[in-house]
């Protein structure tokens, strides 16, 4: 029995079956690798599903954990500390609007936070994106469209209506006086980097200001430099008044932010939700090291420049059938339902993915990521999908004609 084998038996049972088996046993990390229980390294493209935005184990980070950590670890919410007010300062100043931020321990509760501040504009209703994923409590699991995700679990709070996610002429036909707000994911992460049609979240913000909506913009994956540029949303020219982030603002350690502007700041009166953790000074000092590490280390620039890298070179690869994202939020599409079987030949090669559908691979790496390592990962992506492609039985699945063009399934 390996070490792994040994892990992977202690974890089966003792923890809840909530994620099925582990693909491997990590026990530590540096840099963008990571090592199993065995020894065996590996390229992580995954980074804990965008979350380790500077890496495994990076000097910065433990610096001010360490720092905070020794100097005052935790407080209730009846006090406030520096870090907290700091970043709270430093993200509204990312934006360049003044409101205020409510910090969470992650992407769903800011969600959940955002939910509830719609309620306060004395209206119910939401309209959310097919293919969207806002998080899985409740709340956030109401806006959230994959089925599977939601049946087991109904009915879910909420007045919540679908449209399709990059039409403009459906959301503006779902939208009325009725309607609290609009929330979309600019980029959706989950969907596997699905990049809406240009000028689709500026009708979205005229649709929310002809109907006295909200607009809601779900950063909790694409936001903190994801896509090369601080909050994916920038790009479009519009300003939201309600944005969350989560995953990579505290590099690995828990945190998330629901950040409200204008009138919508003061939605959310004393009483009307609450935190344990959220705003810890250990978390919101580890988010303020992430941030300054990622402008003083250029890492926006970075995930442009070894994003455009990989999705150019991938998308001349067999059964590739169009690249998507931007930066480092980076989507495959695949002309034959084969991501699984890709992700499992690439970690047995030493690379971490995710198959984010069975016809759809999506990479997140840390920021940091190397245009060496861009190359090793892509180099082995193309060995695997020639295998594949080589292999009679897939071969015959191959049908569909390449579109590289795009960046929608």
Known sequence: MTEQTAWADRYAGSLMNTFGPPQRVLVRGEGAYVWDADGNRYLDLLAGIAVNALGHAHPALRKAVDEQMATLGHVSNFFATPPQVELAERLLGLVGQPGKVFFTSSGTEANEAAFKLTRRTGRTRVVAATGAFHGRTMGALALTHKEAYRTPFEPLPGDVAFVEYGDADALAAAVDETVAAIVLEPVQGEAGAIVPPAGYLAAARRIADEHGALLWFDEVQSGIGRTGAWFAYTASGVQPDVLTVAKGLGGGIPIGACLAFGAAADLLQPGNHGTTFGGNPVSTAAALAVLDTIEADGLLVNATTVGDRVRERA???????????????????????????????????GI??????????????????????ADEAVDALAQVLAELAAESEVVGEVAAPADRSGGED
């Open 315 to 349: 998308a001349a690869l067999p059964l590739v059938a169009d690249v998507s994202g931007a930066g480092l939020l980076i989507g495959i599409g695949l002309s034959a339902p084969v991501a699984n079987e890709v992700r499992d030949r690439l970690l047995a090669r």
């Open 352 to 373: 971490v993915l995710n198959a984010a559908t069975p016809q759809r691979l999506r990479l997140v790496p840390p920021l940091i990521l190397t245009a060496e390592q």
